[in-house]
């Protein structure tokens, strides 16, 4: 079953019709608000590059899940 999903205020202008396999490769910084100087932060920390990159960092998902848990408890 295709998905579909309208990412475009997740997203600057330029990424707004790239697929989702394509996203998984497209920078950081194609993500709203992440700035270039952000970018080069997150890439010097945790030698994040991509969007694929930082969804997959260890760190990252270890802070998803623990802020969706306490959620849950609210």
Known sequence: MPVSADLD???DKEYE?????GLMNAPVEAIAGIS??????????F????IGDLGH??????????????????
């Open 36 to 45: 270039d100087s952000d970018a080069e932060a997150l890439k010097k920390a």
């Open 47 to 50: 030698n994040v590059k991509t």
């Open 57 to 74: 960092n260890k760190y990252i998902q270890a802070a998803t899940a623990i802020t969706r848990l306490a959620d849950a408890t609210k």
């Open 17 to 21: 019709n790239t697929d989702l396999k």
């Open 9 to 11: 205020k997740l997203l």
